[in-house]
């Protein structure tokens, strides 16, 4: 079973920075496509930032020049840069996995991710 272990959530100031990371355990060999979510309180869970397998990066607009999303060589790791925090961005913030597998037409992950982190709470007081 992979385990996503989150870190870097906190409390800072409007106008901050934070950066969050989300670690891979178990299988080595594996690669993962990651990506990270938000919930705001009484609200669904939403996309963010998402790395694809070809490397192709997308953000959502409440996001967009503000949070930077990175991955290491390993495949294994994924960042979250957030900078210019504001108060709306407070909320609980989740890193999802997927492994990448190999097909004839080259390397795939699945459109849904099915291994999430356990979540940390990101304040942003103004």
């Known amino acids: 079973q992979v385990q996503l272990v989150e870190s870097g959530g906190g409390s800072v100031q409007t106008g901050g920075t934070l950066r969050l990371s989300c670690a891979a355990s178990?299988?080595?060999?594996?690669?993962?496509?990651m990506g990270w979510f938000r919930q705001h309180p009484g609200e669904e869970r939403e996309a963010i930032a998402r790395?694809?397998?070809?490397?192709?990066?997308i953000y959502s607009d409440s996001v967009k020049g503000r949070f930077t999303i990175s991955q290491d060589s390993t495949k294994k790791t994924a960042y979250l840069q957030m900078d210019s925090l504001k108060p709306e961005d407070t909320a609980i913030y989740y890193c999802?996995?997927?492994?990448?597998?190999?097909?004839?037409?080259?390397?795939?992950?699945?459109?849904?991710?099915?291994?999430w982190g356990q979540g940390t709470t990101v304040t942003v007081s103004s």
């Open positions: 999802a996995a997927d492994p990448i597998f190999a097909t004839p037409w080259g390397p795939r992950c699945r459109s849904q991710f099915g291994y």
């Open positions: 790395i694809y397998v070809n490397g192709t990066i």
């Open positions: 178990e299988y080595p060999e594996n690669r993962y496509c």
